[in-house]
């Protein structure tokens, strides 16, 4: 499911509503300020914190040149546009913190990304990525990382180095299985892989043990692995729609997520839409404690 919503984005679509910018590029009509003379810092937001920047849904297939000298920018906002490609002048903005490019049409990142070392915040998820630099890991500030729903099979070994990533989502990819320098990043609180090509989870997992946030739903897991229950802090794991027949003994040591969960957003256990076998459909149904009790005899027995 997911790797089909990845590959229709991927297809090229021509620019709508362009007008022709100073004879250099298309841009949208919002431009005219600009025209007038006006200097961009004026559109520049100074909150408390951050200095931040927005072309959100402006129709932009490149990126304006005045951005690069924008040095104090620390918010960068350039989702839902129609860029195909972000220019190396992007190592510019080093004081960035937080980058957002977000619903676009993005095939790769530049190299020279590997220079915004105060980077914490990016968002790369609804683009058309086939690979990433392995430069992005020299950002080891970065503690957000979202690429999902694009066209990634595999990510650089050097992630590895990411040492303070907290949060990181792969859904809806093309992942067959989770890679291995994701095992590393021992900060990680929040990790999404669901609507991949997952048919296992490696025992390496448990090498995760600060994460509180597991979502595999949507994959064709064939087994729930003992090593997940090493994971006891997790608050919510979603299995969903895999193809998960037993559960392990071990599964009460788990005793953080609290209920059997079917509310998406809720924390808790979701196994629904898995073939699990007698009794163990019943159990689910009679809540968490129920199957736990279960558990917890069964492997005593």
Known sequence: MGAKQSSAR????????????????????????????KDPRALLKRGMRHVSFSLVTKGMTDVPDFLWSLSEVQKLNL????LRALPPDVGKLSRLVVLNLCGNRLRSLPREISLLKS??????????LT????????????EVLSLSHNCLSQLPASFADLSRLRKLNLSNNYFAHIPVCVFALKELDFLHVGSNRLENIAES?????SLQIFIAES?????FPRSLC???SLELLNLNNNDIQTLPDELYLLWRLGRIAWNPMDKGLHISYNPLSKPLPELVEGGLEMLFSYLKDKKHN
């Open 79 to 82: 989702s839902h546009n129609q």
């Open 10 to 37: 991927c297809r090229d679509k021509g620019p709508r509503g362009m007008v022709l910018l100073r004879g250099r590029q298309p841009f949208s009509p919002w431009d005219d300020s600009l025209l007038s003379g």
């Open 230 to 232: 090493l994971l006891t």
């Open 119 to 128: 980077l914490k915040v990016l968002f790369v998820n609804m683009n058309c």
């Open 131 to 142: 690979e990433l630099p392995a430069e992005l890991s020299a950002c080891r500030s970065l």
């Open 205 to 209: 997992i448990q090498c995760l043990a």
């Open 219 to 223: 994959n064709n897991i064939h087994s």
